[in-house]
Structure formats: C-alpha cells, structure tokens
C-alpha cells in the first residue's frame, strides 16, 4: 500500500459530460501527479501540483484541469468528455516538486459511453 | 521515435529461470530510471530505481543502466509465477521549470510459467 487514495474506483460517463475524480496523497508528500493509462499504453503525464499551484503540465488540452488543496489532497477535472478520454486515472503523489520516486494510488477506471 | 521503447512481449519464461527486460530512451538528458510493476487492472507499483551506470540489485531484481547507449534492463531471477505482470520502464525527462515527469514505455508483458 502507498498510502495514496482515489476515488471513485470506476466512473461511467457519457460523452460531453464533466468528472471529477480525486486524490489523497502519501502523508508528509506535498506533491501530486496525474497520469492517463490507456488500455495497453503506459501512462502518460497529465500535470504536476506543488504547493497548490500547476508546475508542469503535458500535452493535454485545457478541459483537464486541476486544483491542489491546503492539504495536499487534489482532484482532477475533465470536462466535455471524449470517447478516448476512456483510461485508467493515476495519482501519484511525491517528496518534493522535483521529487521522482512516484507512489500511485490505485486509480480510477473511467469509461466514456 | 518514442521517447521509451520496450519490447510489448509477451516474454514468456518457465519457472526459476531468469527473465530479462530491456528498454530503451531517447534523451539523452535523462537522469533517473524506474521499473514498475503492473498486474493486471491494478495500478503499477515502483519495484527499482537506478542513476548511475552499472547495476543495481535488489533481492531477485537487478536493474542495469548504460548511459552511453541509452539503454536500461532489468533482471528477475528464479522467476515465480506472482511475477507474471507488466512491466513498465520510466525515465525522468530533462529538467525544466522545476518540475520532472516520467516518461513512460508501453510496458513488457511477462508470463512465468510452472
């Protein structure tokens, strides 16, 4: 166990709907990660939060978006939901901003009707 | 080029033998190299971490890392069936803004088998 917690476990939405999905991170880490798995892929970099604020970010369009609260804990929000945007939802939380050892919770299952 | 390829598999190897996982980088900036574990439906989990050249053991794991030819593998020895997974190799981009991310390969599905 990591200690990083997500919720829900698994989501089904419609296309054109918006999700929330969340994330409590490892206690003491005051940075978090998102990644997208799609089936067969490895994941790939959403955006990064350090002390409430986005400090990297992938190629991802701006309906992803973000929030870091005061306690570390962060939620990542999809809007205008997309077909492809079925994936597996990985939040790892870390040290440090620049911290590289990642410890995933065990991500949320999104599925997009 | 993808910027982390790994061999999709599967590899398949009997019991007690030893598996090998290769994987390969593009960027030559990279400085730090994962592997993680994934079992199926479940989220991958950090089995090795390696930074310099040369190899690294830990337990049945070695993690070995050539920064000259870009190259990093992993080692299982006396394989069991519990390592049938995937196994996803990650590597840190440059650093740039404060930040780094993984970057991650599509991942070598093992298959020990009795």
């Known amino acids: 166990e990591t200690g990083v917690t997500q919720s829900p476990t698994h989501l089904i939405k419609t296309r054109g709907q918006q999700v929330t999905l969340r994330c409590s991170s490892q206690s003491g880490h005051n940075t978090v990660s998102w990644y997208q798995q799609a089936l067969g892929q490895g994941p790939q970099f959403i955006f990064q939060y350090y002390r409430e604020e986005e400090n990297g970010r992938g190629n991802f369009p701006p309906r992803f978006s973000g929030l870091q609260f005061p306690n570390y804990s962060s939620e990542l929000n999809v809007n205008a939901l997309e077909l492809d945007d079925s994936a597996l939802y990985l939040c790892?939380?870390?040290?440090?901003?620049?911290?590289?050892?990642?410890?995933f919770g065990s991500g949320t299952q999104l599925s997009v009707l | 080029q993808k910027e982390v390829e790994q061999n999709s598999g599967p590899l398949s190897v009997p019991e007690g033998a030893i598996a090998s996982l290769n994987c390969t980088y593009s960027d030559r900036g990279s400085q730090s190299f994962f592997w993680y574990r994934q079992y199926s439906g479940k989220s991958p989990e950090l089995i090795m971490s390696i930074y310099s050249n040369g190899d690294k053991e830990d337990g049945r794991f070695t993690a070995q890392l050539n920064k000259a030819s870009q190259y990093v593998s992993l080692l299982i020895r006396d394989s069991q069936p519990s390592d049938s997974a995937t196994y996803l190799c990650a590597v840190t981009g440059r650093r740039s803004g404060g930040y780094n991310k993984l970057i991650f390969g599509a991942g070598t599905r093992l298959a020990v088998h009795p």
């Open positions: 790892a939380s870390s040290l440090a901003r620049a911290g590289e050892k990642l410890f």
